[in-house]
């Protein structure tokens, strides 16, 4: 847990650095439950800490739950953002109250890309998972290539075909109005097309 929390926190700075307008929240598997820690947010030194105040490892795991919980928060994301998980798993298995393939599923559909790294041997859920929500799944070999992979999830990941969905916010300088509009003049109290009413305004210069 020292040795995760050092390259948590290094992993906090960086991303923050790469992604300074981004939030990050934070949840714990343990006891076979899910826990946040922190909500959402984009102040790297409040999550340094609440990492640091609570840090515990006990019981079984249950990646289901961690997933239930992630989706509860990231679903309600606009559409523009982007919805990604990084999972720092050290168990050989899950235990689920339920079918974690459906949870994988409504991953999947809400677009929540999610890639572990493993700190044991390597699992097929944890696979699947990657597979599924267009993430990465790697194992640390050692303290060092643990560090070495968590800071690779740091910079914003490119973007994906299938999920950069065109749904962006329009912004700019207001355009003029589409031609053929017809619009009351005040002075000559008739109606007049908008190419006439260019005329009249440039006439008022």
Not at 14 to 24: A, C, G, M, T, V
Not at 60 to 79: C, F, K, T
Not at 135 to 144: H, I, N, P, R
């Amino acid at each position: 847990m020292v040795v995760a929390s050092k390259c948590v926190e290094a992993f906090i700075r960086e991303f923050f650095d790469q992604n300074p307008l981004s939030h990050i929240g934070m949840v714990a598997i343990k006891d076979g439950i899910a826990q946040r820690l922190t909500e959402l947010g984009g102040s790297p030194e409040s999550q340094i800490k609440s990492l640091l105040g609570k840090l515990e490892c006990s019981g079984d795991a249950s990646l289901q739950n961690a997933l239930e919980l992630v989706h509860g928060y990231l679903s309600q994301i606009p559409s523009y953002g982007h919805r990604e998980v990084l999972i720092l798993y050290s168990a050989l298995n899950t235990c689920d109250p339920g079918d974690i393939m459906e949870t994988i599923q409504k991953c999947k559909k809400a677009k929540i890309r999610c890639s572990v790294i493993g700190l044991s041997a390597e699992i097929y859920i944890c696979k699947h998972l990657c597979e599924e929500t267009g993430g990465s799944y790697t194992v640390a070999l050692d303290e060092s290539h643990f560090k070495e992979l968590l800071l690779e999830h740091a910079p914003p990941p490119p973007a994906i075909a299938e999920y950069a969905s065109a749904n962006l916010i329009k912004m700019g300088f207001p355009q003029r109005g589409a031609e053929g509009v017809i619009s009351i003049c005040s002075c000559h109290k008739e109606a007049k097309d908008s190419n006439d009413m260019d005329l009249i305004l440039d006439s008022l210069k």
